[in-house]
């Protein structure tokens, strides 16, 4: 009932279902229980329809290979279920396409003085491609629509509650001055060595190197240091 609905929201959210549209939109297509209160403004001035069918503000990119047919067609499948977010697909280098020509055409090269700290290598032409994809990606992020951008790779796999998670991992950011977020990575360092949590809830550590870039959020600050970085 609508006076149902109200005592759950009145309870956890201290704010009131306004009119039967509301109510139906609670009742019927959430579970009023597992709505983020960061997301429920205490104004009565403003639907809380509205407010919570708000689109997460973010700009999102996917990357992927053109020859990547099946990762993609999964990727939009999924990414579709995600109501409340926008995203592109960005279609990466191909590191295997990339030749000395290519790096002397796009006036490139690789430090020498480089190489991989656990594989003790020299960085590889898939690794370059990746690399130059997402450097891409935050040159499009810098003048995108919003100041937080996710930047995806095909093969990321999603948490149940993706969605609410993201809110929820957005709205902690808020507290917190940074360049980039890790959703997920793959920690190299020794498991001994601790790393230390940077909020009060002990959701947020300052990472120790890492491998992956499979989701990580990123701020207009860190594309603008970034490319000025060269």
């Known amino acids: ?46 639907s809380i329809r509205e407010t919570i069918n708000n689109k997460i503000k973010i700009n999102c990119y996917i ?8 990762k993609r067609e999964k990727m ?20 295997q396409k990339i030749d000395n020509d290519y790096l002397k055409t796009h006036d490139l090269k690789s430090l020498d003085e480089w190489s991989d700290p656990y594989h003790n290598r020299k960085i590889t032409k898939g690794e370059v491609g ?44 808020n507290d917190l001055e940074y360049d980039m977020c890790y959703l997920g990575r793959k920690k190299m360092t020794d498991i001994n060595i601790f790393e230390e949590y940077i909020n009060e809830k002990n959701t947020f550590v300052e990472p120790t190197f890492s491998y992956w870039c499979l989701g990580y959020l990123i701020t207009r600050n860190f594309c603008q240091k970034i490319i000025e970085s060269n």
Request: aromatic fraction near 12%.
């Open 1 to 46: 009932t609508k006076k149902g609905c109200n005592d759950i929201l009145q309870k956890y959210y201290n704010s009131e279902c306004k009119n039967a549209i509301d109510w139906f939109f609670i009742n019927h297509m959430n579970n009023p229980m597992t709505i983020n209160p960061a997301l429920v403004k205490h104004n009565n001035n403003e």
């Open 63 to 70: 990357i992927n290979l053109k020859r990547c047919n099946k």
């Open 76 to 95: 939009i499948k999924k990414m579709n279920q995600f109501t409340e977010m926008n995203y592109k697909i960005y279609e990466s280098i191909d590191g």
């Open 130 to 173: 990746c690399s130059l994809s997402h450097y891409n990606v935050y040159k499009e992020a810098l003048n995108d629509k919003y100041d937080i951008t996710l930047v995806l790779e095909d093969d990321a796999v999603f948490s149940d509650g993706f969605e609410n998670e993201l809110r929820s991992l957005l709205y902690d950011l």
